[in-house]
């Protein structure tokens, strides 16, 4: 048997898709560690075996420990690892991609570099959020208007069903514990949903850092894509959360989320959105191989064989 150093990579063929992964399992106050391809966790209670395979995004909450055999078979297995806690969401690690194709990136980067592409996507976007309203005229002001409008009105009702009052968003950074019950319950939701969506961001093999909405951070396409997700389960789940008890209210809402998430068979839901997004068009599942297929750029959008001197093709 050979050990964990000499071991070969998984490929993505051998790794279970995101869509049928576990959304996220978050631990506290706990020494992670690995055994053949399976991390611990290990606390007072004793060992807990978890597959790391099936992994989609792991949460690391206040006194967790990890040791780098942990890390190592947590990133070939293409798990995220975030460390939350009091502080908000720090997204520390990614896990590799579950696809050898570069289709998607490339697609992503095509409609990001251009500003009329980008702006359908953004369009596009708002549609996903808000069906039933037509937004291919609106302008990039217009989209922010209407969906800061939108969101707003959101957290209106449910604080009505809720039975709750609300006075807005509030939420200072590194200050959990300032904000009311109701906004530590969202802060608690949207640290989920932005774990879920980095790691499927990162497992389809896309730039998390080319946004069509957001801009100017390496998290820019990640916030798109939890914004997708925002008004239909971390906001409702937050405030009925909320609702019931202000006890325990960051692991009450994580586990809330995490039940609402496979409910509606989110992780699935998520991979076929960005699919959708950055390449409507495709016949062939761009994310679906792990297959090695490396190719040079020639000229005129041309691709040629790699592997091979093309000097001999030109005469010097």
């Known amino acids: 048997m050979s050990t ?15 869509s049928d992964r576990v959304s996220f399992l978050y631990l506290e106050r706990c020494l992670l560690h690995r055994e053949d391809n399976a991390i611990t966790a290990e606390d007072a209670d004793g060992v807990t075996h978890i597959p790391s395979a099936t992994i989609g995004t792991l949460l690391l909450g206040p006194g967790t420990r990890v040791t780098h055999q942990a890390m190592s078979v947590l990133g070939d297995s293409g798990a995220g690892v975030v460390w ?36 359908d996507v953004a369009r596009a976007m708002y549609r996903m959020r808000f069906p039933g309203e037509d937004p291919s005229r609106f302008s990039r002001h217009e989209l922010l208007g209407r969906e800061g409008r939108r969101v707003k009105a959101s957290y209106r009702e449910q604080a009505a069903l809720a039975g709750l009052t609300w006075n807005g968003r509030r939420y200072v950074p590194g200050d959990f514990d300032g904000g009311d019950t109701v906004n530590q319950a969202v802060t608690a939701a949207a640290q989920c949903m932005y774990g879920i969506a980095q790691t499927t961001v990162a497992a389809l093999g896309c730039a998390p850092g080319l946004g069509f909405i957001h801009s100017g951070h390496e998290l820019a396409f990640v916030l798109d894509i939890a ?7 971390a906001i409702p789940v937050a405030f009925e959360i909320a609702a019931q008890s202000p006890d325990d209210i960051g692991s009450r809402t994580r586990r809330a989320v995490r039940d609402r998430v496979n409910e509606i068979n989110l992780l699935q839901r998520c991979v076929n959105d960005i699919k959708q997004l950055l390449a409507p068009d495709a016949h062939d599942d761009p994310a ?20 091979r001197n093309y000097a001999e093709d030109f005469d010097w």
Request: hydrophobic share 30%; net charge neutral; glycine share 8%.
């Open 4 to 18: 964990v150093g000499k071991r070969p990579a998984s490929t993505p063929r051998e790794l279970t898709r995101m």
């Open 84 to 119: 939350v806690g009091e502080q908000g969401v720090r997204f520390y690690s990614g896990g590799r991609s579950l696809t050898r194709s570069a289709a998607l990136v490339e697609a992503q980067a095509r409609l990001w570099a251009n500003q009329r592409t980008r702006l």
């Open 227 to 233: 914004d997708l997700y925002k008004t239909e389960v």
């Open 288 to 307: 679906d191989t792990d297959t090695d297929q490396v190719t040079l750029q020639s000229d005129y959008g041309m691709d040629v064989e790699s592997g």
